[in-house]
């Protein structure tokens, strides 16, 4: 069993709909919860960063976290076409350095 | 104000040569770690390099070697190739003070190809 655990999708969503990405992790030490989109023959590029539970907005991000279900969240709010990407979750401990577990990523296609 | 930079972008090797990848970290960034990304997959850890020490290793073999030179910058060294090893290889560079796996900035990558 990995140890962190995304759908792959694809997932393809009309322009201006609300977009769920989900990840499931097993390690309970993990502390720090990050999402990436990475566009394609790009390198990751971070959207959203949490510490431990709890939720986060920046804009039309939000993203949450439920260690008691060992389960994270992003969503993205009136969805465009720009938004066509693979969203990564990652995470790691909170102490031991900063070695980052990635989730597969999900392809997310927003069309018009 | 340049990112990351890797080079080259791609590569393509014969099974059983080495490859050398290279990078160069943001300006104020001390700190380089590699990331293998197979195709359809997330990134993987290989290692984490500061002070121009290997700091953290992930799950890969000793055929994986790396260093970091005084200005920061970064090689990845890959001996004996297998075809497995074809992949997306990220540097992330990130500051000590600041800390922590939110702090990284990626590069675009090198895609090498084993054949």
């Known amino acids: 069993q990995k140890e962190v655990e995304q759908d792959p999708g694809p997932l393809s969503v009309p322009e201006g709909a609300i977009v769920s990405l989900n990840c499931t992790y097993s390690?309970?030490?993990?502390?720090?919860f990050m999402w990436y989109r990475q566009y394609s023959r790009k390198g990751p590029e971070l959207l959203m960063y949490?510490?431990?539970?709890g939720n986060k907005e920046d804009g039309r991000f939000t993203a949450q976290v439920d260690k008691s279900s060992k389960y994270i969240s992003l969503f993205i709010r009136d969805s465009q076409p720009s938004d066509s990407a693979t969203y990564l979750c990652?995470?790691?401990?909170?102490?031991?350095?900063?070695?980052?577990?990635f989730g597969t990523g999900t392809q997310l296609k927003v069309e018009l | 104000d340049a990112g990351v930079t890797q080079s080259p972008t791609h590569l393509i090797k014969t099974r059983g040569q080495q490859v050398t990848l290279r990078c160069s970290p943001k300006?104020?960034?001390?700190?380089v770690s590699w990331y293998q990304q197979a195709l359809g997959q997330g990134p993987q850890f290989i290692f984490q390099y500061y002070e121009e020490e290997e700091r953290q290793r992930g799950n890969f073999p000793d055929r994986f070697s790396g260093h970091q030179f005084p200005n920061y910058s970064s090689e990845l060294n890959v001996n004996a190739l297998l075809l497995g090893d074809s992949a997306l290889y990220l540097c992330?560079?990130?500051?000590?003070?600041?800390?922590?796996?939110?702090?990284?900035?990626f590069g675009s990558g090198t895609r090498l190809t084993v054949v």
């Open positions: 300006s104020g960034h001390d700190t």
């Open positions: 390690n309970s030490a993990f502390q720090y």
């Open positions: 990652a995470m790691r401990p909170s102490g031991g350095g900063n070695k980052l577990t």
């Open positions: 949490t510490y431990s539970s």
């Open positions: 992330a560079s990130s500051s000590q003070s600041t800390g922590g796996g939110y702090g990284y900035t």
